[in-house]
C-alpha cells in the first residue's frame, strides 16, 4: 500500500531563517505531487505541484519554492521565511491521471 | 468569480443524530467531487467521491448527494459519532488547461455532542 511522510512534524523558525520540508512517498511511481498550506481555522491553498522529476508549478508567487530531486520525494524551501509563512503545511500525492488526493501527516511551521 | 462555498461553517449535532454538511460549487464544467475529513492537526483524510454522472453514492455511513441542476453537493453522515468531530472539506475537480485542478470549499466544522 502506499504511504506518504512529511517531517518534521513541527517546527519553530525565526524570521528570515531558512526552510526546508521534505515530503515522501513511497508505494508508487511518478505520482503527481502537491503542496498546499493551510491557515489556521481556514481552506487549503494550493503552492505547488509536480507531474514528474523537475517539472514544478507554481500556483502563488511568494517567498517559497519547491524541487522535486527524487521521483517521490518532494521538497519545499525558503530562504528567508516571513511571519506570514507561518501555518499547516500538507503534502499530497495521487496517481497521474485520476482525481483522488491523498493527503500526508502535515507539517505545522511557525516563524516568530 | 468560480468558487466552491459552504452553507454553514459550524454544525453542532447530538451523538447517535445524522449529520448533514452542505456545499455548493458554481462551475458547472466540474466533473468530479470529494469529501475530506480534517481532524485537529491532521490532514485531511478522503471520505468518498461522486462523479457528475452520478446523483448518489454511499459508503459506510456516508452518503454524498449530488444536485447538478442547483450545483450542490451534500454529506450525510448516519448515526453521528464523538469521531465523526472534525473539519469536513468538499472539493470540485475541473480540468485546467492540460491539467485536472482540486477547488477547495471552507470546510465545515462538525462538532458531535455526547
Known amino acids: 500500500s502506499q504511504t506518504i511522510h512529511q517531517w518534521p512534524a513541527t517546527l519553530v523558525q525565526p524570521v528570515g531563517s531558512p526552510l526546508s520540508l521534505e515530503c515522501t512517498v513511497e508505494g508508487t511511481s511518478n505520482p503527481n505531487l502537491y503542496w498546499y498550506r493551510q491557515a489556521a481555522g481556514r481552506g487549503l491553498q494550493l503552492l505547488f505541484y509536480s507531474v514528474g522529476i523537475g517539472q514544478i508549478s507554481s500556483e502563488v508567487p511568494q517567498n517559497l519554492s519547491a524541487s522535486r530531486p527524487q521521483d517521490r520525494q518532494f521538497i519545499l524551501s525558503s530562504k528567508k521565511l516571513l511571519l506570514s509563512d507561518s501555518g499547516f503545511y500538507l503534502c499530497?500525492?495521487?496517481?497521474?491521471?485520476?482525481?483522488?488526493?491523498?493527503f500526508g501527516p502535515g507539517t505545522r511551521l511557525t516563524v516568530l | 468569480g468560480e468558487s466552491v462555498g459552504l452553507h454553514l461553517p459550524t454544525l453542532s449535532v447530538q451523538e447517535g443524530d445524522n449529520s448533514i454538511i452542505n456545499c455548493a460549487y458554481s462551475?458547472?464544467?466540474?466533473?468530479?467531487f470529494i469529501w475530506y475529513k480534517q481532524e485537529s492537526g491532521k490532514g485531511p483524510q478522503f471520505i468518498i467521491d461522486i462523479r457528475s454522472n452520478m446523483d448518489k453514492r454511499q459508503g459506510q455511513r456516508v452518503t454524498v448527494l449530488l444536485n447538478k441542476t442547483v450545483k450542490h453537493l451534500s454529506l450525510q453522515i448516519a448515526a453521528t459519532q464523538p469521531g465523526d468531530s472534525a473539519v469536513y472539506f468538499c472539493a470540485e475537480n475541473r480540468a485546467a488547461g492540460n491539467n485536472r485542478k482540486l477547488i477547495w470549499g471552507l470546510g465545515t466544522s462538525l462538532a458531535v455532542n455526547p
Open positions: 462551475n458547472s464544467a466540474s466533473d468530479y
Open positions: 499530497a500525492w495521487k496517481v497521474g491521471g485520476t482525481d483522488t488526493q491523498y
